[in-house]
């Protein structure tokens, strides 16, 4: 039998922690655990999610094959919520895939859906 794991967090390079950690505190309501030049972290005492300073990353070309991973968060409007992270630094792209979820790009340009509520 495999040993099962337990997902704790997700870690994600960036050029600025510190302010990739405040995008994702606001979006999310986690709170900042901590914020340094070279790592930054947010969580809700159960999940968190760090960002680590990589200065060259460079983001994705959407679409393309180069994306590596995106996150998905659910929202109870997802056209309010796109407009609010739009304002907070988010980007939307041109090409959307699908109806009923839009795909954004945080500040650094990792990709990320803004998926509604499940009824």
Known sequence: MTTKAKLIA???????????????????????????EEYAGIGDGTTSI??????????AVWPGPD?????DFRVPDVDKAVA??????ATKPE???GDGWTVLAD????????????T
């Open 10 to 36: 997700v870690t994600i390079d960036c050029a600025e922690p510190k302010r990739l950690a405040e995008f994702y505190s606001k979006i999310t309501g986690f709170e900042v655990q901590y914020a340094e």
């Open 67 to 71: 994306k590596q991973f995106h996150l």
């Open 50 to 59: 760090y960002f680590g300073r990589v200065p060259e990353r460079k983001p």
């Open 107 to 118: 500040p650094e340009g990792h990709l990320f859906c803004v998926c509604p509520e499940r």
């Open 84 to 89: 609010e992270y739009v304002e907070l630094g």
């Open 95 to 97: 090409f959307q895939p």
